[in-house]
Structures are given as structure tokens and as C-alpha cells.
């Protein structure tokens, strides 16, 4: 079993959609969750971090935290064509070390 | 600041060939990362270093080798490239610290082929 799993898509929506993207993980171990963004291309760059169970919000954007199921949700919405990345789910181990999600290709139509 | 920068952005190697990947970051943390991107596979990460003089295995080592010499530069060297070593390489770093969120800061990738 892999320890984090998360829906590569890809995922089309229209512009203005309320998106939702999830992930799955099996270590108790981990502290912290994110959300990094990918645009073609670039590295990605860190969008939210929650440590907590619950929900976190920054203007459009909410990151859900579920510690008992072993999931967390990443909701965009009024999503823009600006939002099409790769959107990747990420969680700490030791020494600052990262593990990814699959990613998800997001794509937001005009 | 230039953040995290990757030299090349761009190689193509034959089977069997060598080459060392260049990490540079301005920032003066103390850890840093090579990560390697496969369609699919999300960030898989290579080796790591928590300082200088210092290097770790991360989940996919093999055929890698690293060297930290300097605290703000992180070699990554293919001794004898394969083709299962095509993918995409990201350097990261970050300021570390136990028991605390650090955000690790990506450079813009390096996109290696090989024949």
C-alpha cells in the first residue's frame, strides 16, 4: 500500500466551478499537510499548510484536514483559468522530508 | 534573491555517460533535497543533506550520488546514466528545524533524457 494516494486525473472543469481534490494517506507519523502547486513546467511552490484537523481557508482557497479518516481535501472556489497546475498533496517526515502525492493535473475552461 | 537555482535546465546522454546536476540556493538554509518527477509517480525523493559536509538516502538512491560541500550548493551526480533515469530533477530547500513546518522551496527543474 502506497503511503499517500491521490487521484491523478486529469480533472476539466468550467471556469467558476467549485473544484475538490483529495488524498489518502497510512501514516499516523505525519505532522503536517499541504498543498503545493505545480504550473507547466516550474517547481512546485507551496499554496497551503494546515497542522490540524479541520478546515483552513485563504481567499479562494480551503484545505480540510480529516487525522481520524487519513484524509485531506483541498477546495477551490469560483476556480479561474489561472488555477490550472498540477495540484500535489505533500506531508512531512523526518528532517523536513516531503512525501508527495501523485499530483493532479487540473484544468479550468473558459 | 535568485531562491533556488538548477544548472542545466536541459541535457540529453547517451547510455552509460556521466554528468552532475548543479543545485545553488541564496537563501542560507541548511537542508536540501534532489527530487526526481515521473509522469504519475509524483516527487520522489533522491538524497538529502541536513548541512553541510552532510548527505542522506532518500526513497530512490540507487545509481545517484550527492556531495554537499558547500552549505549553499548540492551536487547530484549519474555515474552511468540508463534510461530509466530520465525524468525530471527538482532541487529543494528549506531552513529545517525539528517539530516545526519549514517550507521547502523549489528550483525550476532540470529535464534529463536518456538514450
Known sequence: ?110 | NAGVTQTPKFRVLKTGQSMTLLCAQDMNHEYMYWYRQDPGMGLRLIHYSVGEGTTAKGEVPDGYNVSRLKKQNFLLGLESAAPSQTSVYFCASTGGGQGAMNEQFFGPGTRLTVL
Request: proline letters at 5%; charged letters at 20%.
Open chain 1, 1 to 110: 500500500q502506497k503511503e499517500v494516494e491521490q487521484d491523478p486525473g486529469p480533472l476539466s472543469v468550467p471556469e467558476g466551478a467549485i473544484v475538490s481534490l483529495n488524498c489518502t494517506y497510512s501514516n499516523s507519523a505525519f505532522q503536517y499537510f499541504m498543498w503545493y502547486r505545480q504550473y507547466s513546467r516550474k517547481g512546485p511552490e507551496l499554496l497551503m499548510y494546515t497542522y490540524s484537523s479541520g478546515n483552513k481557508e485563504d481567499g479562494r482557497f480551503t484545505a480540510q484536514v480529516d487525522k481520524s479518516s487519513k484524509y485531506i481535501s483541498l477546495f477551490i472556489r469560483d476556480s479561474q483559468p489561472s488555477d490550472s497546475a498540477t495540484y500535489l498533496c505533500a506531508f512531512i517526515q523526518g528532517a523536513q522530508k516531503l512525501v508527495f502525492g501523485q499530483g493532479t493535473r487540473l484544468t479550468i475552461n473558459p
